[in-house]
């Protein structure tokens, strides 16, 4: 079948591009292809990479050294292994987000897990597991999907690495976080996590790459984190389409 569909998909192709044009997933003007930003857009994009703190990811300026930790990360280091995210947070990146989340573009989920492979480790796979951060059962219910479920099992198409989206549950609601300082968010989020059972059958001695939309403070990853750790797994790597630098304004969505 798919032998006959391939070539008509590609007869069909100008029809649905005539149509339904390619849209830029940052401001929505046409593109030449599916998941292409423009010129205006990309330029506007503050990829995130090294040189950077091996623990939080956060830019440094120059090159420190193989295992270089930024000040915050050795003052007091965070709860997950490694942090990385592809995009500082910008207009463009809070754009797709938003999308992707709100306006059900769930086709932007795919455009986010090509952007974060490379962020995943080559080495050892099969000992990763890919998780991602759950959404409370009422939430859930109320926008019909998690973007961060979606966004794991596309990464995991990508990787060979396997998806778990019933391993780590979200067992009380929380308000939003925004605004609060971390210490209040810290306690917020306290004992907001559970495993499902039997967690260490399948936790154990795993690298846990933990997929979010956006990194500001870090307190939901750590929350999470601290959990995958009593049910075993050996350490939680979080990868995040975009995170909040320290210098930047307060997010205001």
């Not at 390619?22 to 506007?44: A, K, M, N, Q, T």
């Not at 280091?77 to 500082?88: E, H, I, K, N």
């Not at 990146?93 to 962020?119: C, D, E, T």
């Amino acid at each position: 079948m798919q032998v006959l569909t391939r070539p008509l998909a590609r007869l069909m192709r100008p029809v649905v591009d005539y149509a339904l044009p390619p849209r830029c997933p940052g401001c929505g003007v046409i593109v030449e292809d599916d998941h292409r930003f423009c010129l205006s857009c990309w330029s506007g994009m503050q990829f995130l990479g090294n040189p950077c703190c091996d623990r939080c990811g956060i830019p440094f300026p120059y090159d420190m050294g193989e295992g270089a930790l930024c000040g915050a990360c050795i003052a007091e280091p965070p709860g997950v292994d490694r942090a990385r995210a592809v995009l500082a947070y910008g207009d463009v990146a809070r754009s797709v987000a938003l999308k992707l989340k709100y306006g059900r573009r769930i086709g932007l989920a795919k455009l986010i897990a090509q952007q974060m492979v490379r962020h995943v480790p080559t080495e050892n796979r099969q000992d990763m597991l890919i998780i991602a951060v759950p959404l409370h059962r009422w939430r859930l219910w109320w926008r019909g999907f998690n973007q961060s479920a979606v966004i794991a099992d596309h990464l995991s198409n990508l990787t060979g690495v396997p998806a778990d989206k019933e391993l780590l549950l979200r067992t009380r609601r929380t308000p939003p976080l925004r605004g609060m300082g971390p210490k209040a968010r810290h306690k917020m989020l306290r004992g907001a996590f559970e495993l499902a059972k039997p967690a260490p059958a399948r936790l154990k001695g795993r690298t846990v790459i933990l997929i979010d939309d956006i990194h500001t403070s870090g307190a939901t990853a750590n929350s999470c984190a601290a959990t995958l750790r009593k049910g075993g797994a050996r350490s939680v790597h979080l990868l995040c389409w975009a995170r909040v630098l320290p210098d930047a304004e307060p997010l205001t969505d």
